[in-house]
C-alpha cells in the first residue's frame, strides 16, 4: 500500500478500494495544467471573434469555440485524477486570468489598470506557494 500522500483518490466500499490512482509529480501537473488553460485561451479567442461578428455570422466559430472548452473538460477530468482538485483549480484560474488578460491587451487593444496588475501579481504568487507547499 502507497503511502497517503501518494494517493490522490481512493473509495472504500465494504473494505475493497474501488478507485485509487498514484499522484504525479506537481512539475507534470503544472505543465499538463498549463497546456490546457491555453486550450481554454484559444477557445476563448475563437468566441470571442464569433461575438464580433454581426449577427449569426459567427455560429462556426461559437461550434469551433465549443469543442474547444469540450476537449479541456476531458483534460481536467484526466487530470483530476491525478491530482488535488485546489491546486488545479489555482493554476486553472491564474493561467486563464493571465492568459486572457494578454490576449485582451494585445489583440483586442482592451486596457489594462493598475489594480488589475496588482491583482495578476498577486495570482502568480498564489501559484508559486501552491507549487512549492502543495
Request: some cysteine; charged content about 10%.
Amino acid at each position: 500500500m502507497q503511502p497517503k500522500s501518494q494517493i490522490a483518490a481512493e473509495r472504500i466500499i465494504g473494505g475493497r478500494i474501488l478507485i485509487y490512482h498514484k499522484i504525479m509529480p506537481m512539475s507534470i501537473v503544472f505543465a499538463l495544467g498549463f497546456l490546457l488553460s491555453l486550450v481554454t485561451i484559444l477557445g476563448d479567442f475563437i468566441l470571442k471573434n464569433a461575438s464580433l461578428r454581426p449577427g449569426f455570422g459567427g455560429w462556426p466559430s461559437l461550434v469551433i469555440g465549443c469543442l474547444l472548452y469540450g476537449l479541456t473538460g476531458l483534460g481536467w477530468f484526466f487530470l483530476m485524477r491525478r491530482a488535488e482538485l485546489s491546486t488545479l483549480g489555482v493554476l486553472y484560474s491564474v493561467a486563464t486570468i493571465i492568459g486572457l488578460t494578454l490576449l485582451g491587451a494585445f489583440l483586442f487593444k482592451e486596457r489594462i489598470n493598475p489594480m488589475e496588475i496588482v491583482g495578476i501579481i498577486l495570482a502568480i504568487v498564489s501559484v508559486v506557494i501552491m507549487y512549492k507547499f502543495a
